[in-house]
């Protein structure tokens, strides 16, 4: 997986690098590579953003320096770049991010992500340059590099090899192995702490009834994300 991240802080990334999935990930043949829309832009004085037509407040990414930076490293116009390789715009407004559209973005050989600053981009950016709109969730971060780093974090440890174990992938929160619920509770030792007693079906090594309990409460759990009222509780 190659992914380039488009952004007016590349030094932000730097702790991200360093986390273990993404060492692993990048040791095994990922990249991520950074343009900076500063390094780019056709304006004096270094200018990537200005005040918004209309007005307003906060100021608005140009079109022509994204257009920049893409032409600086792709070498094309950015209009016809969509059609080989999803270019992603990080905005609240997008669509938003979930395990389906993780494990969408992690079967791509190539992503490239803008995040912005100030009040986003000027909308031709988005209209005309990229493919996809996305959103880690519905409220307002400063700038798209949180959550730049939120795609590149779930769509890397989606990859081949990034975990030690390949099942704890498989099987975790949202999953189609746990049909998009949420995951099941974990426990490890003591087995008991402060009078707190683990679930006696794990310890008892019968692996198709720990699967059974485990599913249910997965499926508990799911139905406390939609609200639905909660099954007393039978005695595992
Ligand atoms: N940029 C600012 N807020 C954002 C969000 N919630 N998701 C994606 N990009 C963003």
């Given at each position: 997986?190659?992914?380039?991240?488009?952004?007016?802080?590349?030094?932000?990334?730097?702790?991200f690098?360093?986390?273990?999935?993404?060492?692993?990930?990048?040791?095994?043949?990922?990249?991520?590579?950074?343009?900076?829309?500063?390094?780019h832009?056709?304006?004096?004085?270094?200018?990537?953003?200005?005040?918004?037509f209309?007005?307003?407040?906060?100021?608005?990414?140009?079109?022509?320096?994204?257009?920049?930076?893409?032409?600086?490293?792709?070498?094309?116009?950015?209009?016809?770049?969509?059609?080989?390789?999803?270019?992603?715009?990080?905005?609240?407004?997008g669509?938003?991010?979930?395990?389906?559209l993780?494990?969408?973005?992690?079967?791509?050989?190539?992503?490239?992500?803008?995040?912005?600053?100030?009040?986003?981009?000027?909308q031709r950016v988005?209209?005309?340059f990229?493919?996809d709109?996305?959103?880690?969730?519905?409220?307002?971060?400063?700038?798209?590099e949180?959550?730049?780093?939120?795609?590149?974090d779930?769509?890397?440890?989606?990859l081949?090899?990034?975990l030690?174990?390949?099942?704890?992938?498989?099987?975790?929160?949202?999953?189609?192995?746990?049909a998009?619920?949420?995951e099941?509770?974990?426990?490890?030792r003591?087995a008991?702490?402060?009078?707190?007693?683990?679930?006696?079906?794990?310890?008892?090594?019968?692996?198709?009834?720990?699967r059974?309990?485990?599913?249910?409460?997965?499926r508990?759990?799911?139905?406390?994300?939609?609200?639905?009222?909660e099954p007393?509780a039978?005695?595992?």
């Amino acid at each position: 997986m190659e992914i380039d991240i488009f952004t007016l802080f590349p030094d932000a990334f730097a702790w991200f690098e360093r986390q273990r999935h993404v060492v692993g990930a990048l040791a095994r043949g990922s990249r991520l590579g950074y343009v900076n829309y500063r390094d780019h832009t056709p304006l004096s004085a270094g200018q990537v953003d200005d005040t918004p037509f209309g007005g307003g407040a906060g100021m608005v990414l140009r079109v022509d320096v994204v257009e920049a930076a893409l032409r600086a490293r792709y070498g094309r116009d950015p209009v016809e770049l969509g059609r080989e390789r999803r270019v992603i715009v990080l905005t609240p407004a997008g669509r938003l991010l979930d395990d389906e559209l993780v494990d969408e973005l992690a079967r791509e050989a190539a992503l490239t992500l803008l995040s912005g600053r100030y009040e986003g981009f000027d909308q031709r950016v988005t209209d005309h340059f990229t493919t996809d709109e996305v959103s880690i969730g519905r409220y307002v971060l400063a700038g798209g590099e949180l959550a730049a780093m939120v795609v590149c974090d779930a769509v890397l440890r989606k990859l081949p090899g990034a975990l030690g174990h390949e099942d704890s992938a498989f099987e975790e929160s949202f999953s189609k192995a746990l049909a998009g619920a949420p995951e099941y509770p974990h426990y490890t030792r003591p087995a008991e702490y402060r009078g707190w007693r683990v679930p006696e079906i794990l310890l008892s090594g019968h692996h198709a009834r720990i699967r059974e309990w485990r599913q249910e409460q997965s499926r508990r759990r799911a139905e406390r994300e939609r609200g639905a009222p909660e099954p007393a509780a039978p005695e595992p």
